[in-house]
């Protein structure tokens, strides 16, 4: 298991420098597994990344390591990609590093988003964008593209994570989208990382006017 301070949905792209010893040995171990290159992640409730001692969430994402390459004195930079979500059933001890029984935590039909979902949830990313291009011509800056409904669908997976990747948004939001249960519930928690950011985004642009 790999702690961190932030959120990973699963279909994120993961960039990793890994320092420690501990998590040097973690890459190590996963690199020569026979069922492949794959490690936990969860969140940090409190504490912090570097030297241990932190309380953790149990609920995170298994993360598979797609490239590595080793930068000296057993350093490694990494690249990871998000896949299904994990439940810890059990916290084991950190000997030489995070470790954990773990479940995977798959989305049932009850957590798939309905087309009209997908649709109103774009719009409102649609909207969302509309205030972000605004920042960014002021900064001369090339504006982001808004998402289109066929470029949600034409992803494999689960389209919420698909529509999440859109929208900028913090740790607890991403972690609130991440735990949701329903489709209700999980349209419900992307609606308001994606208010939060909006909300964000109209400040900073009041701010040049």
């Known amino acids: 298991m790999f702690p961190l301070g932030s959120t990973l949905l699963p ?11 501990r998590f040097q040995a973690l890459v190590r171990d996963c690199l020569s597994a026979t069922e492949g290159p794959v490690f936990g992640t969860v969140l940090i409730a409190r504490g912090h990344e570097v030297g ?4 953790r969430n149990d609920v995170g994402t298994a993360v598979r390591i797609v490239s590595h390459v080793g930068i000296g004195d057993g350093r490694w930079a990494l690249d990871c990609v998000g ?7 059990h916290w084991l001890d950190d000997d030489p590093y995070p470790r954990a029984e773990v479940e995977p935590w798959l989305v049932g039909p009850e957590g798939r988003l309905s087309d009209d979902q997908i649709q109103r949830l774009t ?4 909207e969302l964008y509309i205030v972000l291009t ?8 090339p504006p982001p593209p808004p998402p289109r409904m066929c470029d949600v669908l034409e992803q494999p997976g689960d389209h ?31 609606t308001d990382a994606i208010d939060n950011a909006r909300e964000i985004a109209e ?5 040049r006017r």
């Open 11 to 21: 279909g994120e792209r993961l960039p990793l420098h890994v320092f420690e010893p």
């Open 52 to 55: 241990g001692g932190d309380i």
């Open 83 to 89: 896949q299904e979500r994990i439940r810890v059933r």
């Open 123 to 126: 719009d409102k990313i649609t």
């Open 134 to 141: 605004r920042i960014r011509e002021l900064r001369e800056d």
């Open 160 to 190: 919420l994570y698909a529509l999440a990747s859109w929208v900028p948004m913090g740790a607890a939001d991403k972690f609130a989208v991440l735990v949701a249960e329903t489709a209700d519930d999980r349209a419900r928690a992307l």
């Open 203 to 207: 400040f900073r642009l009041s701010g």
